[in-house]
């Protein structure tokens, strides 16, 4: 999908958003991408970012975002990889998310020292140890029920703002792009050469054409194992799922299947890559 961002409008309503507020918000793109409107991060944030694996898990934490995005309407919050709050909403052409509109980063009110406990937990990664990020995590905004509530609302309305002014639009998009974007938001699912077609109204004789190009001449069960792959190695390096969650996660319920597609497409094998992955982060990062 070709989606194209007015950086300026969007940067400068983002800004007065902030200033007037103190409410930092940013967007995504549809895959998760930070499309660098807002670079005032908080201390704590950016130290974390600036950090080769720190900065490697907050992408993958916002890819992560988006793909567990379950509400109805409006924002769903969670915790962030560190264990801070934030929120999200996809805002829409139609059926389709063209982009995400995040806000954060800050706390609720539980007791501080719980939610540092938490974040403490999730950063044994940190080079020098976690405790060194404390007095940045201590200045981050606590947020009452009332206050968040209040803040949702009022970027419920600032999303309308955008989409009526259309800051965020498509472009045309060709079968290709459509492929590729339609594994992107799927890969995790069960598909089929079958299922592909009939949700993307391409033939299958001329998908399986575009995967070749895709692909660079392989078949379309090929391109969807390597996208699950992509994402299984990052899942492996920023995560510490089980691996047998890792593969559920990518959508192949088949451990050994997936073992053997992994060692397939890496020449490797998922625990191999992650023991080297981590430690290439920790003496090399």
């Known amino acids: 999908m070709n989606v194209l961002f007015d950086q300026e409008q969007l940067q400068e309503l983002l800004t007065s ?13 549809p895959q998760g991408r930070d499309i660098n409107l807002f670079e005032d991060h908080p201390p704590f944030c950016r130290a974390i970012n600036d950090r080769p694996e720190g900065h490697a898990r907050c992408v993958a934490c916002d890819r992560w975002k988006i793909k567990s995005y379950s509400a109805a309407r409006g924002f769903q919050f969670y915790r962030c990889h560190a264990g801070v709050c934030e929120a999200l909403m996809p805002l829409y052409d139609k ?3 063209l982009a995400y509109l995040v806000f954060g980063c800050f706390l609720d009110e539980s007791p501080m020292e719980e939610q540092w406990a938490r974040t403490r937990a999730a950063l044994d990664w940190y080079p020098g140890g976690p405790d060194q990020l404390r007095p940045a995590f201590f200045q981050f905004r606590r947020y009452s029920p009332r206050e968040v509530k209040a803040c949702s609302e009022l970027l419920e309305a600032l999303a309308a703002y955008i989409q009526l002014k259309g800051m965020i639009s498509i472009a045309g998009q060709t079968d290709l792009q459509k492929l590729e974007l339609y594994l992107d938001q799927h890969y ?20 399986c054409r ?7 001449g392989r078949t379309l069960t090929w391109l969807i194992a ?5 994402e299984a190695k990052a ?3 920023q995560s510490d799922l089980p691996i047998a969650a890792v593969a559920e996660a990518v959508g192949i319920s088949d451990y050994n299947y997936f073992s053997r597609v992994f060692r397939s497409l890496t020449g490797t094998t998922p625990r191999n890559y992650r023991e080297k992955g981590r430690w290439k982060a920790q003496h090399l990062g």
Do not use: C, W
């Open 95 to 97: 059926a389709s998310p």
């Open 188 to 207: 995790m699912e069960k598909l089929s050469l079958a299922s592909v077609s009939a949700q993307l109204h391409i033939g299958r004789t001329k998908l």
């Open 235 to 237: 899942l492996l390096i």
């Open 210 to 216: 575009l995967a070749k190009e895709l692909s660079g």
């Open 226 to 230: 390597r996208r699950r792959i992509e």
């Open 17 to 29: 958003l902030y200033t007037f507020t103190g409410i930092p918000a940013n967007i995504l793109d």
